[in-house]
């Protein structure tokens, strides 16, 4: 397994956030969390990357555990996180909003190289290279967002509910990107609120509710699920 979160509990002060969670990420796939709001799964990212500190259990990525680092340590051993609401700095250009995402890596000329894939990938983003980031449309914020976590050469890429306020079309856009990213070798887990999405991209997936793991399972049988068609699917 490329990372293991072994029945770990958050709190934040007297609130529980997430209760005994174990989940595994294998090398190569995609996998989701899903849930309500409020279910902890932003929680749960929080805790991969070292922002929010466990109250009980253990992280671990490609062998070693993790959940005793700082977050910039994690950001350097190979997780990058993409989150919630994109949280792009505002008054930076495009280019340097990129350049932020290489801010512990030593290679200079690859990540002069990564930073032309990243332009590859998102044309807009080369177009707009100079442009300060909040004239940016949300979408484009999204793909600034995900292009900034590829310029740390993520092992593991972690991504905090991207389709959040895009426009359908927009949606479709972020998923082909996200499954691209995924085929050239990423693993990804990724929050949604949007089930169907998830479960659409996902291999396997995760169901929170309440800081619980409700359900798990590879992704498109918890697409047929009845609890989770009910529950998420609206069917
Ligand atoms: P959403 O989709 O609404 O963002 P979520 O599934 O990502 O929900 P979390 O954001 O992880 O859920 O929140 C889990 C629980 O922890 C909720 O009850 C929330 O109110 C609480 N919580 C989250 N952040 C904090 C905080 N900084 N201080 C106190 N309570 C918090």
Same mark, same amino acid.
């Given at each position: ?9 958050? $709190?934040?002060? +007297? ?7 174990? /989940? ?23 805790? @991969? ?17 993790? =959940? ?21 700095? +505002? =008054?930076?250009?495009?280019? &340097? ?22 332009? +590859? ?27 900034? *976590?590829?310029?740390?050469?993520? +092992?593991?890429? /972690? ?10 079309? @927009? ?10 990213? $995924? *085929? ?9 609120? $949007? ?5 659409? /991209? *996902? =291999? ?11 359900? &798990? ?8 699920? &009845? ?5 998420? /699917?609206?069917?």
């Amino acid at each position: 397994m490329l990372l293991e979160m072994r029945d770990v509990s958050v $709190n934040y002060g +007297k609130v529980s956030a997430m209760r005994n969670i174990t /989940l595994s990420v294998p090398e190569g796939g995609i996998v989701t969390i899903i849930g309500g709001n409020g279910a902890g799964k932003t929680t749960c990212l929080r805790a @991969i990357s070292g922002l929010a500190r466990l109250s009980s259990g253990e992280i671990w990525f490609q062998g070693e555990r993790i =959940d005793t680092l700082s977050p910039d340590r994690i950001v350097g051993r190979g997780i990058a996180h993409v989150p919630e609401g994109r949280r792009i700095f +505002k =008054d930076m250009t495009v280019e &340097e909003n990129l350049r932020t995402g290489a801010f512990l890596r030593r290679d200079a000329e690859a990540v002069e190289q990564d930073l032309e894939g990243v332009f +590859k990938r998102f044309p807009r983003l080369r177009e707009r290279r100079t442009q300060r980031a909040q004239t940016m449309s949300g979408g484009e914020q999204q793909m600034l967002a995900i292009g900034r *976590a590829l310029m740390a050469k993520p +092992k593991l890429l /972690l991504m905090d509910e991207p389709s959040m306020g895009l426009a359908p079309v @927009i949606v479709e856009e972020i998923a082909r990107i996200i499954e691209d990213i $995924n *085929a050239q070798g990423v693993p990804v887990v990724l929050v949604e609120q $949007n089930a169907e999405l998830a479960l659409e /991209l *996902a =291999d396997h997936a995760y169901v929170l509710e309440t800081g619980n793991m409700a359900l &798990e399972g590879p992704a498109s049988e918890l697409h047929d699920n &009845e609890h989770v068609r009910a529950a998420y /699917l609206g069917v």
